[in-house]
């Protein structure tokens, strides 16, 4: 757009009726864009005062918080849009329809818009996770589904303001719209794995395989907790305190596994352990039932309960089954339990088998045997095996309790700290 035609365009003042007024007081234009400059600091002032002085003491006596977001994000653009309104009209009474006029009315009524959509996408949020956080909250909107309206609110927020800025410069969008389907096909093929992320992340929201706060678990064995669901990537914190941010695409084309779903955010661990042939089985479980008693983040129902398994190649497997209260509390169940069921079979003489191998040898050449034949005779070997002695499974339960019962504090421990919110 050329000078002239911005000339032709604002050839004549745009407030006729302002311009009658500030006439009858004065006829010099400075004079009167100063007046109309006093005039929007003062209402300006005003607006300040209102927010400040009356809107901000309400809000803070209400019982919801997003009366309190919407004030202070309104405060400043109203303030500012109050300011560039009279720095629009003094322009115009000093200089209408010049070429000045028109670049600092489209300066102003840019950086207004820019303000305004900054303010309406912070309220939008507002709005929408108080939506969200209700306890009566149903439909579509959810929190599972926040992230994408979230998405689509600030995408439509953030197309208007662009929209409105080429209207205030008068701009031909013919143009535009008619090469939109070409740069559509360039922008496809440059961020195809951008728009890969994004439809993952709109189906991952959709389906909701899992949601924020909970734990999850992927086929290379890395868990955490899900701190955000965006439209690009999924960000998890690990046991380790680091924060991961893993493409959408990823975990739609990979098996992720959710510890937290289902009816409960319990979740059942199995302690597996074998035991040497010729042990008592009742005393075998009555020891490992003795384990999980009294211990952190075991869940008392569903009660503990222990499977005989299979016969093993070198033993008889046993596994331990045992519900913790959060799946974020594993590692530090089984080490726990690990180091009781250890210190109870040595308590209860039950031998943990490990791998043994026979040498056998077919033919030993003849001056070998004759130094064998002449050496000492070897000492036995100390019996390895369970101990020969009896014992009822209600004894060494006893026994193992009373074992357990004075080592068990210091098995315990102090909580490992997970991530900055973690309960328990």
Known sequence: MSAADAGSILGTPRHPMLVERLAALTADPTLQALIVLLVSFFVAFLVEVLFRGVLQIFVQNTKTHLDD??????????????????????????????????????????????????????????????????????????????????????????SAGIYMIMVAWQLDLTGWLASAGIVGIAVGFAAKDSLANLFAGIFIIADAPYKLGDFIMFEDGLRGRVTEIGLRATRILTRDDIEINIPNQIIGNSRVVN???????????????????????????????????????????????????????????????????QPAHKEDVIDNLNTRIYKAFASANIEIPFSKHDLYIKDMPAQLLATLSDAQPAATTPHLGPSPASTTPQAAATQVAHVLAQTGPSLIGPPRRYGANTPG
């Open 259 to 325: 510890e937290s779903a289902g009816p409960h955010e319990k979740e059942r661990v199995l302690i597996n352990v074998s035991v040497a042939y010729g042990s008592d089985v009742d005393v075998v479980r009555n020891v490992l039932l003795e384990c999980p008693k009294g211990q952190r983040w075991v869940c008392e129902e569903p009660r503990p309960h222990v499977l005989f398994r299979l016969f093993g190649g070198s033993g008889l497997e046993f596994s331990l089954c045992v519900w913790i209260q």
């Open 69 to 158: 977001v919407i004030v202070a994000n309104l405060r400043r653009p109203i303030f500012l849009s109050v300011v560039f309104t009279g720095l629009d009209i003094a322009v115009d009474l000093l200089g209408p329809g010049s070429w000045l006029d028109f670049v600092v009315t489209a300066c102003l009524v840019s950086v207004a818009i820019l303000l305004w959509i900054g303010a309406l996408i912070r309220i939008s949020g507002a709005v929408l996770h108080h939506l969200c956080e209700r306890p009566d909250a149903r439909g579509v909107l959810q929190a599972r589904t926040l992230p994408l309206f979230d998405m689509l609110a600030k995408i439509l927020l953030a």
